[in-house]
């Protein structure tokens, strides 16, 4: 089979870039902006094509949660127009695509975890277009899987572990905010559910992915802390109301996974556990 990973140079596609070395069976095009700019209908039809793709992966996206709300057609384009042509493309070659998806679809009111079949209601342009981009792909092509996800963080890149790792070493004192409630995800899980999808066959449908358990922002941030060694830093817990951002950002996103746990047979860890792995190895690669 050829896997055709979009946006490979982020977290998600950095660590489908390291899995791919245990999955030899298959063979990879790894693209970003400049091997394939997949807002341009032609160049994505024509790779598709060319390269006889049999699944996508699109991790490409874009991310910048308040940049977006002034950025409104970029976020667009690359959340919700351009997954709609690869899914075009896919579904002319009778090819599969996995789109990754966000909690942000959601308004994050609810008090217990989010299934795939509750309402969706984005408080933000990131989120709704990525909702758009969710129902594109949907409407566009049958062999379709979305795989919404939260809190996605990696050794790769630029992410909330890498900075509170960062901040806590260079300040005495950090305030973070802890009236909102997810789930911290490691993108190498993410990874490993996404080459289970693909092994399976893809199941079309909505499937939810973080990883295990619940914490704060706060929490997270102590917890950052505590495994990477930092004690001198003192982590102030503050409200959302005391940290004011462009884009509103969901108060509760934890995701109920029993969804994709029965389809596809997926054990997953707890983010301690994860965050742990994840910590060392970033004090491996030093």
């Not at 874009?62 to 950025?71: G, L, P, Q």
């Amino acid at each position: 089979m050829n896997l055709l990973i979009t946006g490979a140079n982020g977290q998600l596609g950095n660590e489908m870039r390291v899995l791919s070395k245990q999955h030899t069976e298959y063979t990879y095009f790894f693209t970003d902006i400049e091997e394939l700019d997949i807002c341009d209908e032609q160049a994505v039809d024509d790779f598709v094509s060319q390269n006889q793709i049999d699944i996508i992966v699109n991790c490409a996206a874009y991310t910048a949660v308040d940049n977006a709300e002034d950025n409104m057609e970029l976020s667009a384009k690359l959340n919700s127009i351009a997954p709609g042509y690869l899914a075009r493309a896919a579904q002319k070659r009778g090819a599969g695509i996995i789109q990754v998806s966000t909690d942000y679809v959601f308004d994050g009111t609810n008090h217990i975890p989010y299934t795939e079949d509750e309402p969706t209601c984005p408080a933000s342009v990131y989120g709704s277009t990525k909702l758009d981009g969710e129902r594109n792909v949907i409407d566009i092509c049958e062999k379709a899987a979305i795989v919404r996800t939260a809190w996605l963080y990696s050794t790769f890149g630029n992410n909330f572990v890498k900075t509170m790792i960062r901040l806590g070493r260079e300040r005495d004192t950090l305030g973070v905010i802890f009236d909102q409630v997810g789930t911290p995800t490691y993108a190498l899980d993410l990874a490993v559910a996404i080459f289970a999808m693909i092994k399976k066959g893809i199941v079309p449908g909505i499937y939810h992915f973080s990883d295990e358990g619940v914490c704060s922002w706060y929490d997270f941030t102590k917890t950052i802390h505590r495994l990477a060694g930092i004690t001198t830093c003192k982590v102030n817990p503050l409200h959302t109301a005391d940290y004011p951002t462009k884009a509103a950002r969901p108060h509760y996103s934890v995701l109920d996974k029993t969804k994709i746990k029965n389809t596809y047979g997926i054990e997953i860890p707890h983010w301690e556990e994860s965050l742990s792995a994840c910590i060392d190895q970033l004090t491996i690669d030093k």
